[in-house]
Structures are given as C-alpha cells and as structure tokens.
T-cell receptor
Framework: DTAVSQTPKYLVTQMGNDKSIKCEQNLGHDTMYWYKQDSKKFLKIMFSYNNKELIINETVPNRFSPKSPDKAHLNLHINSLELGDSAVYFC????????????FGSGTRLTVV | GEDVEQSLFLSVREGDSSVINCTYTDSSSTYLYWYKQEPGAGLQLLTYIFSNMDMKQDQRLTVLLNKKDKHLSLRIADTQTGDSAIYFCAETTNSGYALNFGKGTSLLVTP
C-alpha cells in the first residue's frame, strides 16, 4: 500500500491552463504539505495544512490554491499556468507533532509548454 | 531563510565508505533528516535523528550529529552502485513543521 500517493505522476499542459494535482495519505497523519523542486533540484515548502487548517503559506503566487477536504487529502490547484511553474511537486505528511516520520509522495512532474 | 549547506558532489569506489556532510542553520531544530533521491524518482526517507542524540546507526548507515557546530553527517558503509543518487539533508524549522533542505549531494559510485 502506498503511504502518500499523488496523481497524476506526469502532467504536460499549455500556458494559461488551469490544472490540479491530488494527494492522499493513508498513514493517519494530521499534517500535510506541498513542496516544489525546481530544475536545480532545490526543494522548498509551499503550503502546510494541519487537520484541514492552513498553517504555512510561503511566498507563492496566489494562482496556487491548496484545498484540504479532509485530513487525508491535500490537493493543489494552479490557475493560469506559466512556464516558470514547470517543476516537480511533492506532497508530504507527518503526524500532528510535525516531526519524525516525514513521508513524501513520489512527486508530480509538471511541464508547462 | 538561511541555507543548509552540503557539498554538491562526491565520488567513491564501490566497496569504500561514503561520508556526506551537512551544516544546518537552526540550533533549535529538533529533527534532522537524510533523504535519497534517485533519478526521476521521489524522496526516500533514509533516516532521521533527534537532536538529543549524537549518533544513530541503521545497517550500513551511520548518522553523526554535532550540535555545537551544527554539523550532520551520513556515512554509508560498503557503498554500492545502487547507492548512486542525490542525498538531501534537511532540518525542521519553527515555521509549522516545514523542512529546510540543503541543495543535495550527488553521490557517484564507480565500479
């Protein structure tokens, strides 16, 4: 059983489109995250939700909107996609203590053309 | 924010030990992590260490933590070609449990 699963694994889309990435975890964790890995492999936090409540919102364009329908799911919706949004997006989860078992999904490679 | 520093590249021969070093920034970090990323793959949690520990060993992996110098290292014994990957060091932050990552060390294991 996959602990943190993301869909789709690959996403190729044109500039200006709107797209969503879904994430689900079956670990019973309370906190979920979105990270972005750029072309130089640098990883940076974007958002964090704890029990469906937003607790981190880094400097990310407001075209990016996370949504957490329940504590097992955290989706990422991106409006008006730009070339610079091309990256690998990773979902992660942790217990409510936020530390220790910090598990990542396998990533979604987004390519904007 | 401040940077977690790692050397960018390390090359070792198969069978040798590899040591990947990391300098972190936040002395209040409670957990420090090592992740492995193979080409085109996700982030695999290798190990983590709690800040009140000096050392943690898990099979071929040994993590050493020097809190005074804010230095973390990962030693891989008997390195294999399958260990070739990028290794990321990460620290917890005060910002809602987010991780602050280093830029990764590319480990190349040659036969």
């Amino acid at each position: 059983d996959t602990a943190v699963s993301q869909t789709p694994k690959y996403l190729v889309t044109q500039m200006g489109n709107d797209k969503s990435i879904k994430c689900e975890q079956n670990l019973g964790h309370d906190t979920m995250y979105w990270y972005k890995q750029d072309s130089k492999k640098f990883l940076k936090i974007m958002f964090s939700y704890n029990n469906k409540e937003l607790i981190i919102n880094e400097t990310v364009p407001n075209r990016f909107s996370p949504k957490s329908p329940d504590k097992a799911h955290l989706n990422l919706h991106i409006n008006s996609l730009e070339l610079g949004d091309s990256a690998v997006y990773f979902c992660a989860s942790t217990p409510s203590t936020g530390q220790g078992s910090y598990t990542f999904g396998s990533g979604t490679r987004l390519t904007v053309v | 924010g401040e940077d977690v520093e790692q050397s960018l590249f390390l090359s070792v021969r198969e069978g040798d030990s590899s040591v990947i070093n990391c300098t972190y920034t936040d002395s209040s970090s409670t957990y420090l992590y090592w992740y492995k990323q193979e080409p085109g793959a996700g982030l695999q949690l290798l190990t983590y260490i709690f800040s009140n520990m000096d050392m943690k060993q898990d099979q071929r992996l040994t993590v050493l933590l020097n809190k005074k110098d804010k230095h973390l290292s990962l030693r891989i014994a008997d390195t294999q070609t399958g260990d070739s990957a990028i290794y990321f060091c990460a620290e917890t932050t005060n910002s809602g449990y987010a991780l602050n990552f280093g830029k990764g060390t590319s480990l190349l294991v040659t036969p």
